[in-house]
């Protein structure tokens, strides 16, 4: 199972709005409606931000939005902070019962 | 609250074996999937296995199958991952994960990981 494909890093500034693409195929993505994303700061525990495409985990700012076209996933974050800064990783489940992680998201705040 | 605490981690030689726990707490536990995810050093997140909340399925990522096995014991709130033929590509920190649902499930919680290390 291949992972899914992010660009390895995006970047905004305070304010503006930032979106984080998340590409799988017919298998994956494109199949499903279980497409997750984490916000992750490395050795600390992943944070689940949203769920199956478009539903915010709880306790998620509403600047966070998910959707998903085709084979493709989205992460929108809007009205960029500081605190926003961290990796991203999307996940899907698989036609092969699995589960496929992105290879993550590196979100920089100018 | 949840709570997942991670332990059994440490230095495994090459081959040997390590017994991985996940302690739970703050939720119907035997209601809910839990899984495994590891980061290897310098690489993302990786799906390792996935127990459902009964224990009746099971799955597992093609580079762990048939090396590393899930369990769970529902009347302790624990899962175990024994991790057998371990390899270098094992050295990872490994992270419990909750389930939204009993099954497929995304991960909603997530315990702070333990460590595992494999080196002669």
């Known amino acids: 199972q291949s992972a899914l494909t992010q660009p390895a890093s995006v970047s905004g500034s305070p304010g503006q709005s930032v979106t984080i693409s998340c590409t799988g195929t017919s298998n994956d993505v494109g199949a499903y409606n279980y497409v997750s994303w984490y916000q992750y700061h490395p050795g600390k525990a992943p944070k689940s931000m949203i769920y199956d495409v478009n539903n915010r985990s709880p306790g998620v700012s509403n600047r966070f939005s998910g959707s998903k076209s085709g084979n493709t996933a989205s992460l929108t974050i809007s009205g960029l902070q500081a605190e926003d800064e961290a990796d991203y990783y999307c996940s899907s489940y698989t036609a092969s019962t699995t589960w496929v992680f992105g290879g993550g998201t590196k979100l920089t705040v100018l | 609250e949840v709570f997942l605490v991670e332990s059994g981690g440490g230095l495994g030689q090459p081959g040997g074996s390590l017994r991985l726990s996940c302690a739970a707490s703050?939720?119907?536990?035997?209601?809910?999937?839990v899984s495994w995810v590891r980061q290897s050093p310098g690489k993302g997140l990786e799906w390792v296995s996935t127990i459902s909340g009964s224990g009746d399925s099971i799955y597992y990522a093609d580079s762990v199958k048939g090396r590393l096995t899930i369990s769970r014991d529902n009347s302790k709130n624990t899962v175990y991952l024994q991790m057998n033929s371990l390899s270098a590509d094992d050295s990872a920190l490994y992270y419990c994960a909750k389930g939204r649902r009993a099954w497929l499930s995304d991960f909603d919680s997530w315990g702070h990981g333990t460590l595992v290390t494999v080196s002669s």
């Open positions: 703050g939720f119907t536990f035997r209601s809910y999937a």
